[in-house]
């Protein structure tokens, strides 16, 4: 699609096109998404979206990717902090000082399954192994498996001096997550 818009572009306007010179911080194009400009964009055009663009306050291509991230059924109930905490209306916070670093670029919010394996590598123990377990079982939506991997969660985290209440409240919202 993208090369025959290019060829249409180069036929029509006799304006040639490299794709691979854009910038990819283009405010103009940013400001389109801002205004909820998105028809015919993937991933952006349904009114959802839409919608969500004109209060998201996209700047960089990062926050695109946030976007879309957040607009899934687990993580959209986090939408609204997420853009307080984008704009500084809302105190960006940690459940424990390990995971600043894993979900900085976030606000505080495990948006993305990396970090959520990064999180439970950190505050419990887990091995990279241990942590694909529990993302395929949030994947494949197995409650058995998320029992488990919950209670090895809990105490990997009591095991490394996290309190059973961060170690239950950082659960909850990987579970929200799933």
């Given at each position: ?12 306007r006799?304006?040639?096109i490299?794709?691979?010179?854009l910038?990819?911080n ?6 389109l998404l ?35 991230a ?7 109930q ?5 853009i307080k905490r ?9 459940d ?5 670093e894993i979900?900085k670029?976030t606000?505080g919010?495990?948006?993305y399954q990396?970090?959520?394996m990064?999180v ?5 123990g ?6 694909d377990i ?9 409650e058995d498996?998320l ?6 969660f ?5 095991e490394?001096?996290v ?11 990987i579970?929200?997550?799933?």
């Amino acid at each position: 699609v993208i090369q025959d818009t290019i060829d249409n572009i180069e036929l029509n306007r006799n304006i040639k096109i490299d794709v691979d010179s854009l910038p990819i911080n283009d405010k103009a194009a940013y400001e389109l998404l801002n205004k909820g400009n998105t028809i015919g964009v993937f991933q952006l055009e349904s009114q959802g979206m839409q919608s969500l663009c004109r209060r998201f306050g996209v700047e960089q291509l990062e926050d695109i990717i946030a976007l879309i991230a957040l607009y899934r059924p687990g993580p959209m109930q986090f939408i609204d902090t997420y853009i307080k905490r984008k704009i500084g209306e809302e105190k960006v916070e940690y459940d424990t000082p390990e995971m600043g670093e894993i979900i900085k670029e976030t606000y505080g919010i495990m948006i993305y399954q990396e970090q959520i394996m990064q999180v439970v590598q950190v505050v419990a123990g887990f091995s990279l192994a241990q942590a694909d377990i529990m993302r395929r079982a949030i994947g494949k939506k197995k409650e058995d498996v998320l029992r488990e991997q919950g209670k090895k969660f809990t105490e990997g985290c009591i095991e490394n001096g996290v309190s059973g209440e961060v170690a239950a409240s950082i659960w909850d919202k990987i579970l929200t997550f799933a």
